[in-house]
C-alpha cells in the first residue's frame, strides 16, 4: 500500500510524501541484506544474497528496496498507471503507445470502450 501511495504521486507529477518514503525506508533496512562467498569444491567461487531477519521480513524489505530503487532510478520516468478499466497496477512503458500493464488489460479497455 505504501509503494503505492508513492508510485500514485509520481505517476501524478506530484511530491513523494516524505512520510510514506521513511517508512519505506525503514522496512527496508529491517532485513539487511549482504552477499556471502563460498568455494565450490572445484575451486570456483559462489557468491549469494543473504538476508537476515524472518522469511517475512526478508520479502518486506525486498519489496520496499525494489520500490525504492524504481523510483529513485533510471527508469523512473517510465513509471505509469495500467489505463484499464478497474486496474489498479503500475508498469515501466516499454513503448509510446502502451497504456495497459499487460495484453489482457488492454483486451478488457478495448472492450469496455466498445460497449459505451
Known amino acids: 500500500?505504501?509503494?503505492?501511495v508513492l508510485f500514485t504521486a509520481a505517476v501524478d507529477g506530484e511530491r513523494l510524501p516524505a512520510d510514506v518514503v521513511t517508512d519505506l525506508s525503514r522496512r527496508a533496512a529491517r532485513?539487511?541484506?549482504?552477499?556471502?562467498a563460498r568455494i565450490r569444491p572445484d575451486g570456483s567461487p559462489v557468491v549469494e544474497?543473504?538476508?537476515?531477519?524472518?522469511?517475512?521480513?526478508?520479502v518486506e524489505a525486498e519489496f520496499a528496496r525494489s520500490a525504492l530503487a524504481?523510483?529513485?532510478?533510471?527508469?523512473?520516468?517510465?513509471?505509469?498507471?495500467?489505463?484499464?478499466?478497474?486496474?489498479?497496477?503500475?508498469?515501466l512503458q516499454q513503448d509510446p503507445r502502451q497504456h495497459w500493464c499487460?495484453?489482457?488489460?488492454?483486451n478488457r479497455a478495448?472492450?469496455?470502450?466498445r460497449h459505451r
Open 1 to 4: 500500500e505504501r509503494a503505492r
Open 31 to 36: 532485513a539487511p541484506v549482504t552477499l556471502a
Open 49 to 58: 544474497r543473504v538476508s537476515r531477519g524472518s522469511p517475512g521480513a526478508a
Open 70 to 91: 524504481l523510483l529513485g532510478g533510471p527508469d523512473s520516468h517510465l513509471l505509469r498507471r495500467c489505463r484499464a478499466p478497474e486496474c489498479i497496477l503500475f508498469f
Open 102 to 106: 499487460s495484453a489482457g488489460c488492454g
Open 110 to 113: 478495448r472492450v469496455a470502450h
